[in-house]
Protein backbone atom coordinates (compact mmCIF):
# COMPACT_ATOMS: atom_id res chain seq x y z
CA UNK A 1 0.00 0.00 0.00
CA UNK A 2 1.53 3.26 -1.22
CA UNK A 3 1.57 6.25 1.04
CA UNK A 4 -1.50 7.95 -0.57
CA UNK A 5 -3.17 5.18 -0.16
CA UNK A 6 -2.49 4.92 3.42
CA UNK A 7 -3.59 8.66 4.39
CA UNK A 8 -6.06 9.25 2.20
CA UNK A 9 -8.09 6.24 0.83
CA UNK A 10 -11.28 4.76 2.78
CA UNK A 11 -11.20 1.45 1.11
CA UNK A 12 -9.10 -1.57 2.39
CA UNK A 13 -7.90 -2.59 5.60
CA UNK A 14 -4.50 -1.75 7.56
CA UNK A 15 -3.25 -3.05 10.61
CA UNK A 16 -2.58 -1.93 13.86
CA UNK A 17 0.97 -1.06 13.05
CA UNK A 18 0.24 1.12 10.48
CA UNK A 19 -2.18 2.77 12.64
CA UNK A 20 0.16 3.44 15.13
CA UNK A 21 2.80 4.94 12.25
CA UNK A 22 0.04 7.34 11.12
CA UNK A 23 -0.85 8.68 14.34
CA UNK A 24 3.20 9.17 15.25
CA UNK A 25 3.77 10.46 11.82
CA UNK A 26 0.57 13.44 13.02
CA UNK A 27 2.48 14.28 16.10
CA UNK A 28 5.76 14.50 14.43
CA UNK A 29 4.58 16.90 11.77
CA UNK A 30 2.83 18.87 14.31
CA UNK A 31 6.27 18.98 16.32
CA UNK A 32 8.09 20.09 13.28
CA UNK A 33 5.39 22.66 12.28
CA UNK A 34 5.33 23.97 15.91
CA UNK A 35 9.14 24.23 16.60
CA UNK A 36 9.69 26.06 13.07
CA UNK A 37 6.51 28.37 13.76
CA UNK A 38 8.22 29.40 17.24
CA UNK A 39 12.06 29.90 15.71
CA UNK A 40 10.06 31.75 12.87
CA UNK A 41 7.97 33.69 14.66
CA UNK A 42 10.03 34.26 17.90
CA UNK A 43 13.06 35.72 16.14
CA UNK A 44 10.60 38.30 13.94
CA UNK A 45 11.02 41.90 15.01
CA UNK A 46 7.41 42.33 16.15
CA UNK A 47 8.32 46.71 15.10
CA UNK A 48 7.25 45.97 11.39
CA UNK A 49 3.76 44.64 12.02
CA UNK A 50 2.99 44.00 7.98
CA UNK A 51 6.29 41.58 8.62
CA UNK A 52 4.73 39.97 11.48
CA UNK A 53 1.12 39.83 10.85
CA UNK A 54 1.92 37.85 7.12
CA UNK A 55 4.08 35.56 8.94
CA UNK A 56 1.73 34.83 11.25
CA UNK A 57 -1.09 34.49 8.61
CA UNK A 58 1.10 32.30 6.82
CA UNK A 59 1.49 30.16 10.05
CA UNK A 60 -2.34 30.02 10.00
CA UNK A 61 -2.60 28.75 6.11
CA UNK A 62 -0.08 26.14 7.13
CA UNK A 63 -1.66 25.28 10.52
CA UNK A 64 -5.15 24.65 8.89
CA UNK A 65 -3.81 22.20 6.11
CA UNK A 66 -1.88 20.48 8.60
CA UNK A 67 -5.35 20.37 10.35
CA UNK A 68 -7.54 19.40 7.05
CA UNK A 69 -4.82 16.68 6.54
CA UNK A 70 -3.92 15.19 9.64
CA UNK A 71 -8.24 14.83 10.29
CA UNK A 72 -8.36 13.13 6.65
CA UNK A 73 -5.90 10.91 7.68
CA UNK A 74 -6.95 10.19 11.42
CA UNK A 75 -10.32 9.28 9.74
CA UNK A 76 -9.35 7.47 6.53
CA UNK A 77 -6.65 5.08 8.86
CA UNK A 78 -9.89 4.75 11.63
CA UNK A 79 -11.98 3.73 8.95
CA UNK A 80 -9.37 1.24 7.30
CA UNK A 81 -8.58 -0.33 10.81
CA UNK A 82 -12.63 -0.74 11.58
CA UNK A 83 -12.87 -2.81 8.19
CA UNK A 84 -9.83 -4.83 9.33
CA UNK A 85 -12.02 -5.85 12.61
CA UNK A 86 -14.31 -6.24 9.61
CA UNK A 87 -17.01 -3.66 11.09
CA UNK A 88 -18.44 -0.86 8.89
CA UNK A 89 -16.56 2.42 8.61
CA UNK A 90 -19.69 4.76 10.01
CA UNK A 91 -18.50 3.54 13.59
CA UNK A 92 -15.69 6.12 13.22
CA UNK A 93 -18.15 8.40 13.28
CA UNK A 94 -19.05 7.45 17.02
CA UNK A 95 -15.76 7.26 18.10
CA UNK A 96 -15.03 10.86 16.79
CA UNK A 97 -18.04 12.62 18.24
CA UNK A 98 -19.69 10.77 20.72
CA UNK A 99 -16.63 11.50 23.52
CA UNK A 100 -17.53 15.48 22.60
CA UNK A 101 -21.17 15.26 22.31
CA UNK A 102 -21.25 13.90 25.72
CA UNK A 103 -18.61 16.39 26.90
CA UNK A 104 -20.99 19.49 25.42
CA UNK A 105 -24.25 17.94 26.94
CA UNK A 106 -21.95 17.99 29.84
CA UNK A 107 -21.82 21.51 29.62
CA UNK A 108 -25.11 22.49 28.77
CA UNK A 109 -26.30 20.67 31.49
CA UNK A 110 -23.82 21.40 34.69
CA UNK A 111 -26.25 22.17 37.06
CA UNK A 112 -28.52 19.20 36.73
CA UNK A 113 -26.62 16.57 38.26
CA UNK A 114 -26.32 14.19 35.04
CA UNK A 115 -23.00 15.77 34.25
CA UNK A 116 -21.11 12.81 35.54
CA UNK A 117 -23.16 10.41 34.01
CA UNK A 118 -22.47 12.02 30.44
CA UNK A 119 -18.64 12.44 31.42
CA UNK A 120 -18.74 9.15 32.15
CA UNK A 121 -20.43 7.81 28.49
CA UNK A 122 -18.17 9.96 26.70
CA UNK A 123 -14.90 8.18 28.55
CA UNK A 124 -16.66 4.69 27.90
CA UNK A 125 -16.55 5.66 23.97
CA UNK A 126 -13.47 7.26 24.12
CA UNK A 127 -11.72 3.78 25.61
CA UNK A 128 -13.85 1.61 23.57
CA UNK A 129 -12.32 3.40 20.43
CA UNK A 130 -9.18 3.28 21.87
CA UNK A 131 -9.20 -0.64 22.54
CA UNK A 132 -10.56 -1.04 19.16
CA UNK A 133 -8.71 1.21 16.70
CA UNK A 134 -5.39 0.78 18.62
CA UNK A 135 -5.07 -2.57 20.38
CA UNK A 136 -7.18 -5.25 18.94
CA UNK A 137 -6.29 -7.49 15.95
CA UNK A 138 -8.32 -7.36 13.22
CA UNK A 139 -10.09 -10.04 11.46
CA UNK A 140 -8.28 -13.46 10.30
CA UNK A 141 -8.06 -13.91 6.89
CA UNK A 142 -9.71 -12.22 4.08
CA UNK A 143 -13.15 -10.08 5.09
CA UNK A 144 -15.67 -8.20 3.40
CA UNK A 145 -13.45 -5.42 3.26
CA UNK A 146 -9.78 -7.46 1.49
CA UNK A 147 -7.17 -9.39 2.52
CA UNK A 148 -5.74 -9.61 5.57
CA UNK A 149 -2.76 -7.11 5.85
CA UNK A 150 -0.94 -9.51 8.05
CA UNK A 151 -0.55 -12.28 5.79
CA UNK A 152 1.62 -12.39 3.16
CA UNK A 153 0.61 -11.49 -0.36
CA UNK A 154 0.17 -14.85 -2.54
CA UNK A 155 0.45 -17.06 0.73
CA UNK A 156 -1.96 -20.49 1.09
CA UNK A 157 -4.11 -20.69 3.92
Same mark, same amino acid.
Given at each position: ????T?L?S????I???K? =? *?? +? ?9 F &?S?? $? @? =? *?? +?????N???F? &?G?L $? @? =? ?8 AG???F?A ?5 LH ?7 W??LFW???GL ?5 T??A ?17 W ?8 R??R???R ?8 QGA??
Amino acid at each position: MDWTTLLFSFQGRINRAKY =W *LV +GLLNVAAWVVF &GSIA $L @I =W *LG +GMETDNLFRFA &GGAL $L @I =WAVAIALSIAGTWAFLATGVKRLHDRDKSGWWILLFWFGPGLSGGSNTAMADSGTNWVLSLIGLGIAIWGFVELGCLRGTRGPNRFGPDPLEPQGAVI
